[in-house]
């Protein structure tokens, strides 16, 4: 019994050379903001003749080039500074690295699991992209074009390659109650997630709504905040603005319509019900005070004694 039991450590000794393959599970590669952490999500497979040798006397290891940067069994300090936040027993070995800096851009780093009678690194690599600035923030939609009264819905999402330290995402202007969660991806590594719901309102259309995010850095220094924006498009139908009024000098007759909706409104002139035009009499000047509003003026130089002018508006 002895003999059998002496043979299945050296088995694993030999890197599972009887235990079949070992594997792990890591990203090959994360973006990281330098000066900031970054947890490598990490999981990792033995056959059954090993499952055994998962104990408490297990260690992770974190290699780049060649060099241990991290042990798990070691106090931390400037040279190994990181946290196993994964159980080993259950076949997690996920890692916080700590102060990640330019120097470790597109290092290759490898794990290796060490337990009493077992003793296995593992051959997949993972290296990190360094960034000075984070990359920007992803808007979903990208584009917001919605009738007014429209229930809308904004995410705004944010990579967090340092769980210790997300990002943190803010909306201008100020839409409404926002909701913040953290998500998986499909890699295992996370990104920050913030949803915004509103109603889409008229005073809402061509506003820049933006989605920023902001990552802290480990020394507590407020890294780079990057934002992503869009430009509202809100539809909505056309009205007569109070500031409609008609005015009378002599024998001249003014009368001013503003009006404004989305898509820009048309306007026309209506005397007892027909509609008038350009005449002899009358002046009808047409501008557009901006993309949602139309400003028009009739002069009527000898008016009617009896009729009135009024404004239509098509409907939408």
């Given at each position: 019994?002895v003999?059998i039991?002496?043979?299945?450590v050296i088995?694993c000794?030999?890197?599972?050379?009887?235990c079949?393959?070992?594997?792990?599970?890591?990203p090959?590669?994360?973006e990281v903001?330098?000066?900031s952490c970054?947890?490598?999500?990490c999981?990792?497979?033995?056959t059954?003749?090993?499952?055994s040798?998962?104990d408490?006397?297990c260690?992770?290891?974190w290699?780049?080039?060649?060099?241990t940067v991290?042990?798990s069994?070691?106090t931390?300090?400037?040279?190994?500074?990181?946290?196993l936040?994964?159980?080993?027993?259950?076949?997690d070995c996920?890692?916080t690295?700590n102060n990640?800096?330019p120097v470790?851009?597109?290092k290759?780093y490898t794990f290796?699991?060490?337990?009493?009678?077992?003793?296995y690194e593992?051959?997949?690599q993972?290296s990190f992209?360094?960034?000075a600035?984070p990359p920007?923030?992803?808007?979903?939609p990208?584009?917001?074009?919605?009738k007014?009264?429209?229930?809308?819905?904004?995410t705004?999402?944010a990579?967090a390659p340092?769980?210790c330290?997300?990002p943190?995402?803010?909306w201008?202007?100020?839409?409404g109650?926002s909701q913040?969660?953290?998500?998986e991806n499909?890699?295992?590594?996370?990104v920050q997630?913030s949803v915004?719901?509103?109603?889409?309102?008229?005073?809402?259309h061509?506003k820049t709504?933006?989605?920023?995010?902001?990552?802290?850095k480990q020394?507590?220094s407020?890294g780079?905040?990057?934002s992503?924006s869009?430009?509202?498009?809100?539809?909505?139908?056309?009205?007569?603005?109070?500031?409609?009024n008609c005015?009378k000098?002599?024998?001249?007759?003014?009368c001013s319509?503003?009006?404004?909706g989305?898509?820009s409104?048309?306007l026309m002139?209506y005397l007892d019900?027909?509609?008038?035009n350009?005449?002899d009499n009358?002046?009808?000047?047409?501008?557009?005070?901006?993309d949602?509003?139309l400003?028009s003026i009739?002069?009527?130089?000898?008016?009617q004694k009896r009729?009135?002018?009024?404004?239509a508006?098509?409907?939408?």
């Amino acid at each position: 019994m002895v003999g059998i039991l002496n043979i299945l450590v050296i088995a694993c000794l030999l890197q599972g050379a009887l235990c079949g393959e070992f594997k792990v599970i890591i990203p090959q590669t994360i973006e990281v903001v330098s000066g900031s952490c970054v947890t490598i999500p990490c999981s990792f497979d033995v056959t059954d003749q090993c499952v055994s040798k998962l104990d408490k006397t297990c260690k992770a290891l974190w290699k780049k080039g060649g060099v241990t940067v991290f042990d798990s069994s070691q106090t931390q300090t400037t040279t190994n500074n990181g946290q196993l936040t994964g159980d080993l027993t259950k076949k997690d070995c996920t890692t916080t690295l700590n102060n990640i800096q330019p120097v470790d851009n597109n290092k290759k780093y490898t794990f290796r699991l060490e337990c009493r009678g077992l003793r296995y690194e593992f051959s997949e690599q993972i290296s990190f992209s360094v960034r000075a600035d984070p990359p920007r923030p992803t808007l979903t939609p990208s584009t917001l074009e919605v009738k007014e009264g429209t229930p809308v819905s904004l995410t705004c999402s944010a990579p967090a390659p340092c769980l210790c330290h997300p990002p943190n995402l803010t909306w201008t202007p100020g839409l409404g109650d926002s909701q913040e969660t953290l998500q998986e991806n499909q890699d295992k590594t996370k990104v920050q997630t913030s949803v915004v719901n509103f109603t889409a309102s008229h005073l809402h259309h061509g506003k820049t709504i933006s989605c920023t995010a902001t990552y802290n850095k480990q020394d507590g220094s407020t890294g780079s905040a990057v934002s992503t924006s869009l430009t509202a498009d809100i539809s909505f139908a056309p009205e007569i603005l109070p500031s409609s009024n008609c005015t009378k000098a002599g024998a001249q007759l003014n009368c001013s319509c503003e009006t404004v909706g989305n898509p820009s409104p048309t306007l026309m002139w209506y005397l007892d019900g027909s509609p008038v035009n350009n005449s002899d009499n009358l002046t009808i000047t047409y501008e557009p005070p901006n993309d949602t509003g139309l400003r028009s003026i009739i002069t009527v130089n000898q008016p009617q004694k009896r009729g009135s002018f009024h404004f239509a508006l098509p409907h939408l």
